[in-house]
């Protein structure tokens, strides 16, 4: 009997004990309503979070689109008082005024970050014989492409040819039309 008792008391401390347990578990309730909401909320965020990741995505593209649009017409601009900014001359000379030497300065920069040919054109105001002209327009435009090729622009990429009194840019008889026709025009090939 006593063998009994101590199998019952065991027993008893046993089921005590499963009670004890099983009643301070913490129960976790969910409910639908709490789940549905949670996953909408989640969704929501998720949702939120890709579009301003697209949005992020999207202003980059336009910085990089206006950058480029930016980069371009820098360098057509550049390349447009390449061609349209002209050296002018004393009257019945082939020396480089010291205004003339910066302009140089500027276009052989240009040059030496754009690969292309060039045209040295020679011009004269239309005092003087024809031929002494020619020769005088040959000559401003050699003294053009030996500068450049002294600040290091190499001489196969520069030609040059005389106009003499050929092209004036104005053909009226002033001193400021004979300023603006002693000139050397560069002329991309």
Known sequence: M???VWINLVMAILVAGLFFTV?????TIVSDATTIEDQEKIKAEADA???AERI????LEDQRLNEKALTETKAMAAKNRF???DIHFEYDSSDLSSM?????KEKAAWLKTNYVSVT???HCDDRGTTEYNLALGERRASTAKSYLINLGVAASRLNTISYGEEQPIDSSATETAYRENRRAHFAIN
Do not use: D, F, T
């Not at 009643?23 to 129960?27: D, E, F, N």
């Not at 992020?56 to 202003?59: F, G, M, R, T, V």
């Not at 003339?100 to 140089?104: G, Q, R, T």
């Open 56 to 59: 992020a995505q999207q202003n």
């Open 23 to 27: 009643s301070c578990a913490k129960k």
């Open 83 to 85: 061609e349209n900014q």
């Open 100 to 104: 003339a030497k910066m302009v140089l």
């Open 49 to 51: 979070k890709a579009e």
């Open 2 to 4: 006593k063998k009994r």
């Open 120 to 122: 040295i054109e020679g």
